[in-house]
């Protein structure tokens, strides 16, 4: 097994809401390998995007630590970076393709000369696919490209993680299949960890080597399973596969059928 | 402009009524005089330079003073917008000075200013500032949480990511903030012109106004409603072209 890039020990993260104390999660534990794709998958309100804030130190837990190479996260982690769910309220909307690239290019620090710079921000656009579009303006573009911009620009800061936060919950059936392509085919080109959170069960199973369940808040890891089908992943015959449609299935009643008999236990039906 | 006209003919139709009103005796000649003269009054006043000299000084003064406020109050409300402390701080006391007219300050300004320029720069900057820093503020604090945590997880410094992130996401608000103060400038400079001092456009409609020469009179508040057109379509324009990335025009 390879070392661990993060590790969550006993992770808890509580708020309060007119003075009662909402638990989210707590004694949350797992350890993420460096090089895999690890989808989060529950449902809404379960915590996940919490947990991924957590993780990249956008937010503090409760209680627990999160540790990233070994080194305890107290802050917006150099190395992590996060694409959040809507891209049309992260992306910078006064900055053209190439201008929002190079904003991630720079606040990697790294110091090129402009030409290098230049073509720097030209490889990771010509990576998403938007080769031509340099000089268009986030209002000039589909939900599909924004989302792209983003994720050049998070990956041209060369992170360890990338974290994904429901990155194609906002954009169509067949923007999403596309967008799906696209990060299979950016994991075989770049070296980078992908922590995915995702409510579809479906696309966690297709995109990723390890899928971990949540249950419904407060959440605990209800299942956490390794998917062995064969790579590269096909929209067509990966969902076709028998293992495919097995972890589903399994995944699907780790995160509900559980809920639905605990559901059963405290509301007996009436005689 | 070119679907402008139906205004465009009121106005026309307006003028020409004003014209008779006052040619066939409808009206006191004397104090509503003919469109046609003046027209003539302004037509001399524009060549021997008068109004134009008055109207110079008015503009300069609204540029100083608009300055003056600008460049306290974006950073200040930047400070408001972002910083708890400097907030709480400032909040107070501005929404006790806010609700005062501005004119209200000219007498104290005369004491310690006098009657010259640095009084009414002072009046316009007052005036100003506060549209400025409010919509400034309003602005810092409307943008969006998501786009800040961009700025984070990217590890961007706290003071480069309010040049980079905020400040460009306030825009909007901030150049709304500004168009609104320059009306106000106007009118508080013509105000202070009119109480003290020998110059600027107030202080000539004034004095042709006390000379009895009416049509000069109506001249200089022509010339007032034109100024305030061409700087309100100029200031909309600028606005366009900053905010060309929102792909829309301007709400005015």
Not at chain 1, 7 to 24: M, Q
Not at chain 1, 204 to 231: H, K
């Amino acid at each position: 097994m390879a070392a661990p890039i993060i590790e969550l020990k006993d992770l808890a993260k509580t708020f309060s809401v007119h003075g009662r104390t909402l638990t989210v999660f707590e004694n949350l534990s797992c350890r993420i390998e460096a090089g895999s794709f690890v989808s989060i998958v529950g449902p809404s309100g379960c915590g996940k995007s919490t947990l991924l804030k957590l993780m990249c130190g956008l937010d503090s837990p409760s209680a627990g630590t999160v540790l990233f190479q070994n080194r305890p996260v107290g802050g917006p982690a150099r190395g992590m970076i996060c694409v959040f769910q809507h891209y049309t309220r992260s992306i910078l909307p006064w900055r053209d393709v190439m201008g929002n690239v190079a904003f991630g290019l720079n606040a990697a620090k790294k110091s090129l000369p402009p030409r290098q710079a230049r073509d720097k921000c030209l490889q990771y656009i010509r990576l998403v696919g938007l080769e031509g579009y340099e000089r268009y303006h986030p209002y000039q573009l589909s939900g599909g490209m924004q989302q792209r911009v983003c994720i050049a620009r998070a990956l041209i800061c060369e992170p360890a993680v990338l974290l994904m936060d429901e990155p194609f919950s906002a954009v169509d059936a067949m923007t999403r299949a596309v967008l799906q392509e696209l990060i299979l085919k950016i994991r075989t080109t770049v070296p980078v960890t992908i922590l995915f959170v995702t409510h579809d069960v479906d696309e966690a199973v297709f995109l990723s080597s390890r899928v971990i369940a949540l249950g419904p808040a407060p959440a605990s890891i209800r299942d956490d399973v390794a998917i062995d089908l064969p790579q590269p992943r096909d929209q067509i015959a990966t969902r076709e596969d028998g293992r495919f449609i097995a972890t589903r299935q399994r995944l699907f009643a780790s995160i509900f059928l559980q809920e639905k008999r605990e559901q059963a236990r405290a509301a007996p039906p009436q005689a | 402009m070119i679907r402008r006209w139906p205004g465009f003919l009121l106005f026309v139709f307006i003028l020409l009524a004003w014209e008779c009103a006052s040619a066939f005796n409808w009206v006191d000649q004397v104090s509503i005089p003919r469109v046609s003269a003046i027209a003539q009054a302004w037509a001399a006043s524009v060549q021997d330079g008068r109004l134009l000299a008055a109207l110079g000084s008015t503009l300069g003064r609204i540029i100083c003073g608009f300055a003056v406020a600008a460049l306290v109050a974006v950073p200040l409300g930047l400070a408001m917008g972002s910083f708890a402390l400097v907030y709480r701080l400032i909040e107070p006391l501005t929404e006790f000075v806010r609700p005062i007219p501005a004119a209200a300050y000219i007498p104290v300004a005369i004491l310690f200013l006098g009657i010259g320029d640095e009084m009414k720069v002072f009046v316009v900057a007052l005036a100003c500032l506060f549209p400025i820093l409010l919509n400034t503020y309003g602005g810092v604090r409307g943008v969006d949480p998501v786009l800040i945590d961009t700025g984070r997880t990217f590890g961007v410094p706290r003071l480069q990511a309010l040049r980079q992130i905020v400040l460009p996401a306030a825009l909007p608000s901030i150049l709304t903030g500004m168009r609104i103060s320059l009306g106000i400038a106007l009118i508080v400079a013509v105000v202070a012109e009119m109480i003290a001092g020998n110059s600027g456009i107030g202080y000539y409609i004034l004095d042709m106004q006390r000379s009895f020469r009416i049509p000069d009179m109506f001249a200089g508040i022509f010339t007032l409603g034109l100024v305030g057109f061409i700087i309100n379509f100029a200031f909309l324009k600028i606005e366009q072209h900053f905010l060309r990335w929102r792909g829309t025009s301007v709400e005015t």
